[in-house]
């Protein structure tokens, strides 16, 4: 446990057991642990075990019975999703195939960091956020911010925003300027109650925090992105090669 963490107890056992039982410590059937055993192993309170198991059983990944115990689910496994990989390409080609479970456009004043990746002037600061939920093999997988400038954003409607991907959107519907280039910033960040109900994850869950300025061959900004993907549909592939091939030598990104 990590009292120091702002991440509830309760979550934390949650992650742990998860864990165990997607790595198949555990045969699906078999007697589980109980809310003492938890309580002794994880140095918690009776409740916190009982919240603890309580969220497992609403996962499907144990059945709890009255007088008798809990018991392993029959087909522990995770929410499956395509694994992001790190290549900004496969999460556009992934995205074309999601599908919008919910959509919202407004017009907005533009925070001050939203200001500078559009490069706004200080007369010109109302943007158009499109607020969405994107949906994977029936799941939501990510929740999106996408702020663009008034000059764009005045022609997007809510029909455009759940028929078409946004990017094909502003370059062949709005026919925006050709986006060449796009500046990607990446970290961990855990769900808060709203994006944890939106994604259908628990407060606290891990999740993967994505923001992306799109910009065209002159570097105008077009458009700001504020992205968050489930922890579990992520996965970061890397290869690095010996520069020239010299064992002596340091590693590079393969050309």
Do not use: C
């Not at 499907?60 to 992001?84: C, D, M």
């Not at 533009?110 to 002037?121: F, Y």
């Not at 809510?158 to 094909?168: G, M, S």
């Amino acid at each position: 446990m990590a009292p120091e963490t702002p991440i509830p107890r309760y979550y934390q056992i949650v992650h742990s057991l998860e864990q165990r039982l997607h790595n198949n410590l555990y045969v699906p059937g078999e007697r589980f642990l109980s809310e003492k055993e938890l309580e002794l192993s994880f140095g918690v309170s009776r409740i916190t075990a009982r919240r603890a198991l309580g969220e497992l059983e609403r996962k499907g990944l144990v059945t709890r019975h009255r007088g008798k115990g809990t018991y392993v689910g029959t087909s522990p496994q995770a929410a499956q999703f395509p694994k992001f990989t790190g290549s900004l390409d496969q999460l556009f080609r992934i995205g074309k195939s999601a599908v919008v479970k919910e959509a919202y456009v407004e017009q907005v004043v533009a925070s001050p960091k939203v200001k500078a990746a559009l490069q706004l002037t200080e007369s010109d600061l109302s943007v158009t956020r499109v607020e969405r939920v994107l949906l994977l093999n029936g799941k939501p997988y990510a929740y999106h911010h996408n702020f663009y400038p008034e000059w764009i954003g005045r022609h997007i409607q809510k029909q455009d925003v759940l028929a078409y991907p946004l990017l094909e959107l502003l370059e062949r519907k709005f026919h925006a300027p050709v986006i060449i280039e796009v500046q990607q910033f990446i970290e961990a960040a855990v769900a808060d109650t709203d994006i944890a109900g939106r994604l259908e994850v628990s407060f606290g869950s891990p999740l993967l925090y994505v923001e992306r300025t799109l910009l065209t061959e002159k570097k105008r900004a077009v458009g700001f992105v504020q992205a968050y993907y489930r922890g579990d549909g992520y996965r970061l592939s890397v290869t690095l090669v010996r520069k020239d091939g010299d064992s002596s030598k340091g590693w590079r990104l393969p050309s």
